[in-house]
Nanobody
Framework: QVQLVESGGGLVQAGGSLRLSCAASGRTLSSYAMGWFRQFPGKEREFVAGISRSDGSAYYADSVKGRFTISRDNAKNTVYLQMNSLKPEDTAVYYC?????????????????WGQGTQVAISS
């Protein structure tokens, strides 16, 4: 099984940018679809972005489309989430996810593996 460790979270001002990284170990990243989810305080975890296992096609939640970009570097066993034009409502804990399917499920209970999460806070 794969272990996932996120990094890159922090506090930035609205309009700024952050890049989250997720390093995988235990199994090669190319074996999995990868994705990012986030969880607001007191709310359910929600899908943010996914990237397919084989062809690298990316897909996004409507709330982040055009602002966030997911990418993967299989040689480095790392997946990234570039977040631009950040808004205070993007403040959440962001989780990296891996799944054995071709595409990352957008339904939380269907996801195979999770990282421990990284906090992102956007000040207005």
């Amino acid at each position: 099984q794969v272990q996932l460790v996120e990094s890159g979270g922090g506090l930035v001002q609205a309009g700024g940018s952050l890049r989250l990284s997720c390093a995988a170990s235990g199994r090669t990243l190319s074996s999995y679809a990868m994705g990012w989810f986030r969880q607001f305080p007191g709310k359910e975890r929600e899908f943010v972005a996914g990237i397919s296992r084989s062809d690298g096609s990316a897909y996004y939640a409507d709330s982040v489309k055009g602002r966030f970009t997911i990418s993967r570097d299989n040689a480095k066993n790392t997946v990234y989430l570039q977040m631009n034009s950040l808004k205070p409502e993007d403040t959440a804990v962001y989780y990296c996810a891996a799944d054995r399917l071709e595409n990352m499920p957008t339904i939380v209970p269907w996801v195979d593996y999770w990282g421990q999460g990284t906090q992102v806070a956007i000040s207005s």
